[in-house]
């Protein structure tokens, strides 16, 4: 399993690295990754450490390159109660105050934090604030 959650708008050459990954994956290892959708954030404008933006378009033509047979699918906000009782490891007790609160006020602004977690949809992936993409060698 090789992930990369919200890694490949940031690299100064994206195809050279997904070629690395792609040869290093055996057979049945899986890809996931996840990028900023620009359709609907300015992802590269917005962030400075951003190289490139993403929608569904420009991230299918860069992963068809390489692979094929790749699923998308949409995901939407994390909700502050998901963050505190899935994270790994328990470490929210290792995170200073200041960063719960931080995030806390960060998921607050979010409009649907109704969900208990992750919203995760096959059905629209061109309209999710993430763009998830799936690969199985």
Excluded: M
Excluded at 12 to 30: T, V
Excluded at 63 to 75: A, E, M, T, V
């Amino acid at each position: 399993l090789v992930c990369l959650y919200e890694v490949l708008e940031h690299l100064h050459n994206p195809l050279d690295s997904l070629r690395k990954i792609r040869k290093s994956l055996k057979k049945g290892a899986f890809l996931l990754l996840s990028v900023p959708n620009s359709a609907l954030i300015d992802s590269k404008g917005s962030n400075r450490y951003h190289q490139t933006g993403f929608n569904l378009d420009s991230l299918n033509k860069l992963l068809r390159i390489i692979f094929s047979d790749i699923r998308y699918y949409s995901q939407g906000y994390i909700s502050w109660k998901f963050f505190l009782k899935y994270v790994p490891l328990n470490i929210k007790k290792y995170l200073p105050s200041f960063i719960k609160i931080s995030i806390r006020r960060l998921l607050t602004l979010q409009s649907n934090l109704t969900n208990e977690g992750i919203s995760i949809s096959s059905e629209k992936p061109q309209q999710g604030r993430w763009i998830v993409a799936v690969y199985r060698k």
